[in-house]
Nanobody, 124 residues
């Protein structure tokens, strides 16, 4: 009942910053916990960051802690991932995901809806 579309990916150099956006459409009047996941070439889809519906509770993977910030603007039906001090190992397709209801989730199996992803490439 909700569609997610990511944007903002691109090619950057190590140390640069990017801001990803996830625009939601459909029945966005409901409450959704949101998250960002990423899948590097040849690897599984891994958790990156999560945020509760209120935006007050967040969780980050250890690999991005202190560098990435997840936020949301419910009035705009949009979730963001600010990525600073990017490293080559951050290169991946980044996916936005949503789960109906309250709480906060950090596993792919816990999410109900997924976007198609946006590619982030970080060169050395």
């Amino acid at each position: 009942q909700v569609q997610l579309v990511e944007s903002g990916g691109g090619l950057v150099q190590a140390g640069d910053s990017l801001r990803l956006s996830c625009a939601a459409s459909g029945r966005t009047n409901s409450n959704y916990a949101m998250g960002w996941f990423r899948q590097a070439p040849g690897k599984d889809r891994d958790f990156v960051a999560a945020i509760s519906w209120s935006g007050l509770n967040t969780n980050y993977a250890d690999s991005v802690k202190g560098r990435f910030t997840i936020s949301r603007d419910n009035a705009k039906n949009t979730v963001y991932l600010q990525m600073n001090s990017l490293k080559p190992e951050d290169t991946a397709v980044y996916y936005c995901a949503a789960r109906r209801g309250g709480g906060i989730y950090t596993t792919t199996g816990g999410m109900d809806y997924w976007g198609k992803g946006t590619l982030v490439t970080v060169s050395s």
